[in-house]
């Protein structure tokens, strides 16, 4: 297990309006965010930068309190949180939403979460209700669509393996969406658990030895942050896979579609500023991603052996070369 790390910074008044023209709250706002221990840091950042526009300046009117926790750890990660007297916890992942929730009924909670309604946050999208609302990121029809583009990729592939973690609650949400869509685009969908970091190699190493021809990923953080060492299997086995984020392209991957994960916690930092200003959780609908991005690695498609068609180029939000 990996210890916490706790960051806090302290800080005193305010000196910027926000977009609706009003001032912050005065006082110091604490804000805890809780998240994977093992995801990317500069996501992070543009959650505060945002804030920072907003009018909440870390060093006057804001400290930040941090905790990263694996998944077994985030109950008790989450409850230290409240303990330490956040005014708004952001959760980063369902996971981390559900260990706030069961944390405290009554600290606004905020979260990116994949389904937030089968999973239980909240009654609807419409009206949360109770102290959480956020961001659903879409992760099942997302998903699918992953399917589609790696249809139009590889036409006449049939073999597919699915890397998820079958601890995650979100994982079945996700896998039951890409089962019924393999079947219509005419994949043999094959799973790969990976419940640990220490699974990983061995379910990668069964991308050659069991011939498949292409490989999809369930988001959870484990998979999220071993992205550079999947992409360096795929290649070594010479099978292609299609990634959540740009990050796994970024890492080495050949493609990548879903939502603009920066964009998606400045979309979180504005919900937060309502509820700090005084709006409550219950009355802000659950929100979807504004921002998606398809990206594409040529280096990597040239190393694998695989023509991107135009009609994916044409689309691609960026192509690495």
Not at 81 to 109: F, M, N, R, Y
Request: hydrophobic share 45%.
């Amino acid at each position: 297990m990996r210890a916490f790390c706790l960051v806090l910074a302290i800080v005193a008044s305010v000196s910027s309006a926000s977009a609706s023209g009003e001032e912050p709250a005065t006082g110091v706002k604490r804000i805890g965010v809780l998240r994977a221990d093992n995801v990317f840091d500069p996501w992070i950042e543009s959650f505060r930068k945002k804030l920072d526009s907003l009018g909440y300046v870390e060093g006057r009117n804001v400290a930040y309190v941090y905790r990263l926790a694996p998944a077994a750890d985030m109950p008790q990660a989450a409850h230290e949180l409240i303990e330490s007297g956040v005014d708004l916890l952001v959760a980063g992942g369902t996971p981390a939403a559900l260990a706030a929730k069961h944390a405290s009924a009554t600290v606004p909670i905020v979260f990116m979460s994949a389904d937030p309604v089968d999973t239980g946050l909240v009654t609807s999208l419409a009206r949360p209700g109770g102290n959480v609302t956020g961001i659903g990121t879409l992760a099942p029809e997302l998903g699918v669509k992953r399917l589609q583009l790696l249809r139009e990729l590889l036409p006449h592939a049939k073999r597919l393996t699915v890397l998820t973690n079958p601890d995650n609650p979100v994982s079945a949400i996700q896998q039951r969406p890409l089962e019924f869509a393999a079947k219509d685009l005419g994949f043999q969908l094959q799973v790969a658990n990976v419940r640990r970091r220490e699974d990983l190699d061995a379910a990668l190493s069964a991308l050659k030895r069991t011939q498949v021809d292409a490989f999809v990923i369930v988001i959870d953080a484990v998979l999220m942050g071993s992205q550079a060492r999947i992409a360096a299997h795929g290649l070594k086995a010479r099978v292609p896979g299609i990634f959540p984020f740009r990050t796994g392209v970024e890492a080495g991957g050949l493609l990548s579609y879903g939502p603009d994960i920066p964009a998606l916690w400045q979309q979180a930092a504005v919900i937060a500023d309502k509820i700090l200003r005084g709006a409550k959780p219950a009355d802000l609908p659950v929100e979807q991603p504004t921002r998606f991005e398809l990206v594409v690695n040529l280096k990597t498609a040239t190393a694998l052996g695989v023509s991107v068609p135009q009609s994916i180029l044409l689309r691609a939000d960026e192509v690495i070369r």
